[in-house]
Structure formats: C-alpha cells, structure tokens
C-alpha cells in the first residue's frame, strides 16, 4: 500500500485545513485508515483513524468535536477536516495504513506540514 498525503500549509488560530491521503496498492474493507502527527520535539502522536467499511472513526480526546475523519472509497481517500485549529495543533501530519488484524500501522505516507498561526 502507497500513502500520498496532501492538504498542509498554514493557517491562522481558528481556521481550517482539509488534509487528504490517497491510498494505491491492495486495500481491504476491514483495513484502518489513521492520522498521526508529530509536533517539533515530540514524539509522533494518534489523531484519528477510520475503517474503510463502516466507516467507524476514532478520534484523540485534544481533536473530539474539531476534526472529521472521513474516506471516499470510490478516490480510495481518507480526508481529515480540521476545523477550529489551535497553535499546538501545529505538526507533520502522517496518513497510516494498518491491516484489521494488525496492531501496528506498517505503511506511512511522506507527512505534510501544517502551521497554525497565533
């Protein structure tokens, strides 16, 4: 599976950014879609996840009610809509893939930067 994350860029507090992930490769109806991030001298961190059937979603407590995890499975995309967005949201984003029985994620996209403005 090829991750090809998309979407960075800066934005003031309170703003939005949609970020996407097109998936290439051999993907399942049972496989997790997530969001990880990584702040500047922090370690990488969980921010949502999605299964491509059902479309059952998880979210990190700091995100609940500010950022949307979403896929398209027509595009084979995941979407992340952050709304709301806060100076400490500022990190590399990271779309993962990871197999319905697998606890770790194995494949990762290339990280697109997102900058929040104060």
């Known amino acids: 599976v090829q991750l090809q994350a998309s979407g960075g860029g800066l934005v003031q507090a309170g703003g939005s950014l949609r970020l996407s992930c097109a998936a290439s490769?051999?993907?399942?109806?049972?496989?997790?879609m997530g969001w990880f991030r990584q702040a500047p001298g922090k370690e990488r961190e969980f921010v949502a996840s999605?299964?491509?059937?059902?479309?059952?979603?998880y979210y990190t407590n700091s995100v609940k009610g500010r950022f949307t995890i979403s896929r398209d499975i027509a595009k084979n995309t995941v979407y992340l809509q952050m709304n709301s967005l806060k100076p400490e949201d500022t990190a590399v984003y990271y779309c993962?893939?990871?197999?319905?029985?697998?606890?770790?994620?194995?494949?990762w996209g290339q990280g697109t930067l997102v900058t929040v403005s104060s």
């Open positions: 993962a893939h990871r197999l319905y029985s697998d606890s770790q994620y194995r494949h």
């Open positions: 490769g051999r993907t399942s109806n049972t496989d997790f």
């Open positions: 999605i299964i491509w059937s059902g479309g059952r979603t």
